[in-house]
Every structure is written in structure tokens, then in C-alpha cells.
């Protein structure tokens, strides 16, 4: 284990390797944002290959959750905030590799939140933390949406025997294109028929 000196915040930061990591201490109840924890998956990237990571957190009361990590490379970086202490005593965070959208690795580490004689009596939800990321990165992509200019043309095709081309590049459509069945007609008379495709 690694321990910063702490950022100009006051943030206690560590840094370990997975095959060190034995007992994470996540500071004390109703802390928030007060340590950062970073931790090495070079040993799962060697083994499977190249993978995203989650992390799923089990408090002292058996209150499963999603960890609201940062992913960079095969390093994970976990800011502890009050939802994560909001309970003290030991739990445990589940380490998940994932390659190919396959989970190829987990690896259990026990965790730990001292109490506290103030603690919040109405301590926040740990995974709210979490919902809000997720919130706002679906509110960011519906902003973009809205931003993007939209394709006012034609949604229905009929093939030809020339090229056509829609012009849609960069703009956003709000349904599918319909393609029409290629035209076709025939026609007859004493000597045969005459059949045409595309026009």
C-alpha cells in the first residue's frame, strides 16, 4: 500500500496493488469525499486481456450497490463518499473484470467504516451517488440529441435504376427509411412478353 501526502482538500489517497489489497479502510461514519482509494488491475489485464472494471459494495447491513468508480486504463480510482460510510463496520467490495462484455475475474476485498458519535441519524442512500451520474449522463445525451440538427427529408425510398443518395450525414432522423419493393411491370403481346425492373 501506497499513501499520499493528500491533495490541498485534505483528501487521504492510496494506492495499492489488487494482490495487496487485504482490508480497505473507507474512513469514518458520515465522511464524504475524504478518501480516495486507487487500486492496480495490472494482474487481471495479464491474465484475460484488456476489460472494464465494476465494483459492487456490501455495507455492514448487507446493503448491495454499485461503487461509483473512474476507470482509467487498468486503474480504478473509488472517492468514498457519505452514502459508502453512511453505515459502519465490515463489508465487502466485489472487484469485476469484464472482457467482451463477459466477466472473466471477480475478486472479494473486505472494507471497513469506523463509527462515529454524530453520525447522521438519516444517513443518504449509498448507491444514490451512483443514480445521479447516471441521471446526468443520460440528461447530457438528451441535450446533445436536442442540439443536433434533423433530417426534414423524404422517409420513403423507391429504387431506381440511377444512383440516389439521402442526405443525412450529421443530422438526426426521428425514424426508419422504408425502402419500396423494386418496380416491376410486364407486359405481353402475340410475339412474348416485356418485363421492366426500376423504372
Not at 45 to 67: K, T
Not at 82 to 111: C, P
Not at 129 to 157: C, H, S
Request: aromatic share 10%; glycine share 10%; charged share 25%.
Amino acid at each position: 500500500m501506497q499513501r499520499d501526502g493528500g491533495n490541498k482538500h485534505g483528501m487521504k489517497k492510496y494506492n495499492f496493488p489488487l494482490n495487496l489489497c487485504g482490508l480497505l479502510i473507507l474512513g469514518k461514519q458520515g465522511e464524504n469525499e475524504v478518501t480516495s482509494i486507487t487500486i492496480d488491475l495490472q494482474t487481471f489485464a495479464d491474465q484475460y486481456g484488456i476489460g472494464r472494471v465494476e465494483a459492487i459494495h456490501e455495507n455492514a447491513n448487507g446493503y448491495i450497490y454499485p461503487v461509483d468508480i473512474s476507470q482509467e486504463g487498468n486503474n480504478i480510482t473509488w472517492i468514498v463518499t457519505d452514502g459508502d460510510t453512511s453505515v459502519s463496520g465490515y463489508g465487502r467490495v466485489e472487484i469485476r473484470w469484464y472482457v467482451d462484455e463477459n466477466l472473466a475475474k471477480s475478486k472479494f476485498i473486505d472494507t471497513y467504516v469506523s463509527p462515529s458519535i454524530d453520525a447522521p441519524q438519516d444517513p443518504p442512500e449509498p448507491a444514490q451517488n451512483w443514480v445521479d451520474k447516471v441521471l446526468k449522463a443520460a440528461e447530457e445525451v438528451k441535450d446533445a440529441y436536442a442540439n443536433i440538427p434533423k433530417y426534414e427529408g423524404d422517409y420513403t425510398v423507391t429504387p431506381k435504376t440511377t444512383q440516389q443518395e439521402m442526405e443525412t450525414e450529421g443530422l438526426a432522423m426521428k425514424d426508419n427509411v422504408t425502402i419500396k419493393p423494386i418496380p416491376y411491370y410486364e407486359t405481353s403481346n402475340g410475339y412474348g412478353s416485356t418485363v421492366y425492373i426500376g423504372e
